[in-house]
């Protein structure tokens, strides 16, 4: 994947496909970065502290679409992928994590958020967490910018790994 290869979102498009739109251009980004990497690339660490690398962020990225589309927007009663729980950052311990086994995760956590919105009534439905309402319209707002935020680490791990720069 390139920077051709991601969603071309229209700039004239109702709401709900312009944020379904560019959450799915974020979530082709994060994709983008790890293209290409070895197991042992995916797994390398940023600079302690810190225990953030490519595959911890899309083991993160998955829980994170699993928590807010599935457990908090629709409400269904499923577990945490990997957490034990809600705060706790397991998704980051990659040593003897399986890089398929969180893209797989991670892809079937996307289409089933992609479902979510679609099937989605209206950007005005809510979903409940800790006796707050969220809107879908919020949800996918949030969304967007947690995979922004984490995709400019993205940018920064895959360039201290192979020096490759880009959007």
Aim: net charge negative; proline share 3%.
């Amino acid at each position: 994947m390139d920077d051709q290869d991601r969603t071309d979102v229209s700039p004239v498009a109702d709401e709900r496909a312009t944020l379904a739109g560019f959450l799915q251009f974020q979530r082709e980004t994060l994709a983008m970065k790890c293209t290409g990497l070895t197991t042992e690339q995916l797994r390398q660490r940023s600079v302690p502290p810190s225990a953030m690398s490519l595959l911890g962020l899309v083991r993160h990225m998955a829980e994170v679409e699993r928590v807010w589309l599935r457990i908090r927007l629709s409400g269904e009663d499923i577990a945490y992928r990997w957490k034990r729980r809600p705060g706790d950052d397991v998704d980051f311990e990659i040593d003897d994590a399986d890089p398929g086994e969180a893209f797989e995760a991670w892809d079937q956590e996307c289409a089933r958020s992609r479902d979510i919105v679609h099937a989605a009534e209206s950007l005005d439905i809510t979903g409940r967490h800790r006796d707050q309402d969220y809107s879908l319209r919020w949800v996918l707002t949030h969304m967007i910018e947690e995979y922004a935020r984490h995709n400019g680490h993205a940018d920064l791990l895959r360039e201290r790994i192979d020096g490759a720069t880009g959007e």
